[in-house]
């Protein structure tokens, strides 16, 4: 998705992402979309890669619930 234009986000976006895992930070992303109203991001520790999201765990569940309201 790096540097192809036509990935693009929208509106309001958030993120999480674990730092162990290779594909990182979303900022790219925002940096080629110019719809983005607001941009949340924080990063995980988990050393897991991107299995850090296969379940439920507290680092990513709690932010989202709080972004949910």
Known sequence: M?????????GVVH???E???MVGS???LINQSSNVSSFNEISISTGKEHGA???PIS?????VKNWLG
């Open 2 to 10: 790096l540097d192809r234009d036509a990935f693009k986000v929208y």
């Open 15 to 17: 993120s999480i992402y």
């Open 19 to 21: 730092t162990s895992d």
């Open 26 to 28: 979303c900022q790219f």
């Open 53 to 55: 999201f296969f379940k």
């Open 59 to 63: 680092e990513w569940v709690k932010p």
